[in-house]
């Protein structure tokens, strides 16, 4: 039995090392520069690790930007969780949650508000419901969004950026983005 064990314990190292060889003569055969093995092992490692903590917690917060901080010296937890509950309660919704500010307070400008909800779907709808906001009277200048990473921040950003300037290029049409792409939206 253990010799048997021993075996295939050997055939399975043998082919382990011989991909192993023959994915880096693949490397070495088709990249021009020498980082290059890095840079594989760089995607490959991405491609072999699962979303990480940070991402899947990230998926369940919610952004608010443009809710108003109070103007005394410090806004407790429980005034801002307040103001949370109120806008939320304007969509006809009442999720479980933790709340906080992030950034430094500054008089020039309002932080952010970072929301996390228990599940993703509770996200969706709140999404979903961002547009009633504009008709509130107190509300109407709170923006509600996913959170997004630094680098997809800045993807966002300079799509939005070539938005813009294709409008002004264009002003008798009207363009769209979705899923990160920008299409020409008819009237």
């Keep these: 039995m253990t010799k048997k064990w021993h075996v295939q314990?050997?055939?399975?190292?043998e082919t382990v090392q011989r991909d192993l060889r023959s994915f880096s003569a693949v490397v070495t055969q088709n990249c021009k520069t020498v980082m290059a093995p890095k840079r594989i092992q760089a995607v490959?490692?991405?491609a072999a690790i699962p979303r990480s903590s940070v991402e899947s917690?990230?998926?369940?917060?919610?952004?608010?930007?443009?809710?108003p901080e109070s103007q005394t010296d410090g806004e407790s937890a429980g005034d801002l969780k307040q103001k949370v509950e109120e806008l939320l309660a304007d969509l006809d919704e009442r999720p479980l949650m933790s709340v906080k500010r992030i950034g430094l307070k500054t008089f020039s400008k309002v932080r952010h508000v970072v929301v996390t909800l228990e599940t993703r779907?509770?996200?969706?709808g709140l999404l979903k419901k961002a547009k009633q906001l504009r008709t509130t009277e107190k509300?109407?200048?709170v923006y509600l969004s996913r959170d997004l990473s630094p680098e997809e921040r800045a993807e966002r950003r300079s799509l939005h950026r070539t938005l813009s300037d294709l409008q002004k290029e264009n002003p008798d049409r009207r363009f769209r983005v979705r899923d990160g792409t920008i299409y020409f939206a008819p009237f």
């Design 139 to 141: 509300f109407n200048k």
């Design 44 to 46: 490959v490692s991405k």
């Design 121 to 124: 779907a509770m996200l969706l």
């Design 9 to 13: 314990l050997n055939k399975v190292s």
């Design 57 to 67: 917690e990230r998926s369940k917060n919610l952004m608010i930007f443009g809710l």
